[in-house]
Each structure stands twice: as C-alpha cells, then as structure tokens.
C-alpha cells in the first residue's frame, strides 16, 4: 500500500484545513487509517484513527472535538478535517495504514506510512 498525505500549508490560529491521504495497492480499502503528527524537535504522537468501514473512530485528547477524520473506501481516501486550529498544532502530519483493520493509537501497529504533509498555524 502507497500513502500519499496533501493538503497541508500555513493557516493563522482560529482557521481551518483539510488534509488528505491517497492510498493505492493492494486493497486500501481493508485497512484502518490513521493520522499522526511530529513537530519540531519531539516524538510523533497520535492524533486519530478510522477502522476500515469508517464505522469506529477515536481522537487524542488534544484535537478531541476540533478534528474529524473520515474516509471514503470507494475513492480509497482518507481524511482529516481540522477546524479551531492553535499554534501547537503545527507540525508535520503523517497518514498510516493498519492491516488489521481496527482503531489503534499506537505508532507501532501501522504497517504503512505516507510521506508527510506540514500543517503550520500562526498565532
């Protein structure tokens, strides 16, 4: 599986964006998707994961309520929308494929992961 992330850019504070993640390969569709985020100088974190029907989802604590993640299985999309932007949540983001198909918040359960897209908000 290929990921390819998009959609990242420069947003002040209080804005919005949208990223996306194209899968192609053998069978995106199967897969849970998750995204995560690293920025500047600390470890990559988890920000939120969708299980392969887009049935189940789950969010970090800090973008609980401010970011939604959904797909769509027939284009072979991900996506995160993130609304209410705050400066620390600039960073690099990252999309990833699980095969087991359900949510999972830990780094170490992606077994596929695109090549980042830089989301930075100013204050």
């Known amino acids: 599986v290929q990921l390819q992330a998009s959609g990242g850019g420069l947003v002040q504070a209080g804005g919005s964006l949208r990223l996306s993640c194209a899968a192609s390969?053998?069978?995106?569709?199967?897969?849970?998707m998750g995204w995560f985020r690293q920025a500047p100088g600390k470890e990559r974190e988890f920000v939120a994961t969708i299980n392969w029907r887009g049935s189940s989802t789950y969010y970090a604590d800090s973008v609980k309520g401010r970011f939604t993640i959904s797909r769509d299985n027939m284009k072979n999309m991900v996506y995160l929308q993130m609304n209410s932007l705050k400066p620390e949540d600039t960073a690099v983001y990252y999309c990833?494929?699980?095969?087991?198909?359900?949510?999972?918040?830990?780094?170490?359960?992606?077994?596929?992961w695109g090549q980042g897209t830089l989301v930075t908000v100013s204050s």
């Open positions: 990833a494929a699980d095969r087991a198909g359900t949510i999972a918040t830990g780094a170490r359960n992606y077994d596929y």
């Open positions: 390969g053998r069978t995106p569709e199967v897969y849970a």
